[in-house]
């Protein structure tokens, strides 16, 4: 059994970009979640409920497949909600990030868009709680991530692979001159 779970604290907008995005893999035919890339059939049953009990809201939203079917895989289920994660987290987040697309453009595959922009959300959510000394490298940093999005748009894996190892290597080059 395979189990996935993502959760995250955000604004009414940032939730929009959220299930956008995630609204952009499904039509792909597949999700990545946790450098895992989940294949969704064409087919899927859909459960979404409100509930409003003592003075809290919740609105949930899931689906899932059989998955004795040709076209499938596990049941995933994804709950979008919880306390923000700490800096440390973060920056173990950017790590494995840049370290799945790395070997993802060296396996010859180029990023989905909601990969690109994932990378830039955890730079973003980075930025908001790094120390002031860093900002200026963490800016830099989604600058060129935000290039890496647009290589990814293209479907340039070569534009694509340049940036991550730049990337890559301007992470460790902040990452050691502030520790």
Request: charged content about 30%; aromatic content about 8%; hydrophobic content about 35%.
């Amino acid at each position: 059994m395979l189990k996935l779970k993502e959760q995250t604290t955000a604004t009414r907008e940032e939730l929009a970009g959220l299930l956008f995005r995630l609204a952009d893999q499904l039509a792909g035919g597949k999700i990545s979640i946790k450098k895992n890339e989940i294949k969704i059939p064409k087919k899927l049953e859909v459960k979404y409920k409100y509930k409003n009990d003592d003075g809290y809201s919740k609105f949930k939203f899931s689906f899932k497949w059989n998955n004795n079917s040709a076209d499938s895989s596990p049941e995933i289920q994804l709950d979008v909600l919880k306390p923000q994660a700490s800096y440390k987290e973060l920056k173990k987040q950017l790590r494995d990030t840049l370290n799945a697309a790395n070997l993802q453009i060296s396996n010859g595959s180029i990023l989905t868009d909601w990969e690109a922009q994932n990378l830039i959300d955890i730079i973003d959510a980075s930025i908001k709680q790094s120390k002031p000394e860093l900002l200026l490298g963490m800016e830099h940093l989604k600058q060129v991530a935000y290039d890496l999005k647009k290589a990814v748009a293209d479907n340039s894996i070569e534009d694509a692979r340049r940036i991550i190892s730049f990337l890559y290597r301007q992470k460790e080059k902040y990452h050691d001159q502030y520790k």
